[in-house]
T-cell receptor, first 113, second 114 residues
Framework: GQQLNQSPQSMFIQEGEDVSMNCTSS?????WLWYKQDPGEGPVLLIA?????ELTSNGRLTAQFGITRKDSFLNISASIPSDVGIYFC?????????????FGKGITLSVRP | GAGVSQSPRYKVAKRGQDVALRCDPI?????LFWYQQALGQGPEFLTY????????KSGLPSDRFFAERPEGSVSTLKIQRTQQEDSAVYLC????????????FGPGTRLLVL
């Protein structure tokens, strides 16, 4: 099935560093979302973006909805060890009453203390 | 409970067995989604319910997959005659409405077909 493009597959950073992740698609989405998944758990929503060009922050996280509606980025500032996990971008296109999500493959983030 | 719960958390099946995976959504949530997450991949949409109505089953990979939500609350995903390629984590998510509201995910059921 269709998936969004996230790369690289893994990122390794030092505690305290900032990190930026990108997500691209060949399709337009009405909503972009960023999720974090810890081992053995389901994805947890970090940030939701609803308008092209929108820039939204949630604590140390900042995300932007691309102007073309085909991309988004997530920035984590001043990383800490608990930021370790898999970060997924997801796009949503409303089809009638359905708001199914299309996910990227995820980026595994490791933070060295 | 406070969140979405799924059971069992782990299931090992022999190829050809039928399995049933249960999802208890957050109380009062109208919408319920099932996703399949293969190892190293993101979740992929399987099917969607609004109350008891299955409005979209376009993501179900074959007719061996069947989902139901008879009373508009608990949902069951059934896989008949399991194959090795069915091995994955099956995630359930619920939301208050089918529109822009946040989908809350359960912990998933990890299915291994031998």
């Amino acid at each position: 099935g269709q998936q969004l493009n996230q790369s690289p597959q893994s990122m390794f950073i030092q505690e305290g560093e900032d990190v930026s992740m990108n997500c691209t698609s060949s399709s337009i989405f009405n909503t972009w979302l960023w999720y974090k998944q810890d081992p053995g758990e389901g994805p947890v929503l970090l940030i939701a973006l609803y308008k092209a060009g929108e820039l939204t922050s949630n604590g140390r996280l900042t995300a932007q909805f691309g102007i073309t509606r085909k991309d988004s980025f997530l920035n984590i500032s001043a990383s800490i060890p608990s930021d370790v996990g898999i970060y997924f971008c997801a796009g949503r296109t409303l089809t009638g009453a359905n708001s199914k999500l299309t996910f990227g493959k995820g980026i595994t983030l490791s933070v060295r203390p | 409970g406070a969140g979405v719960s799924q059971s069992p958390r782990y299931k090992v099946a022999k190829r050809g067995q039928d399995v049933a995976l249960r999802c208890d959504p957050i109380s009062g949530h109208v919408s319920l989604f099932w996703y399949q997450q293969a190892l190293g991949q993101g979740p992929e949409f399987l099917t969607y319910f609004q109350n008891e109505a299955q409005l979209d089953k376009s993501g179900l990979p074959s007719d061996r997959f069947f989902a139901e939500r008879p009373e508009g609350s608990v949902s069951t995903l059934k896989i008949q005659r399991t194959q090795q390629e069915d091995s994955a984590v099956y995630l359930c998510a619920s939301s208050t409405l089918g529109g822009v509201e946040t989908q809350y995910f359960g912990p998933g059921t990890r299915l291994l077909v031998l």
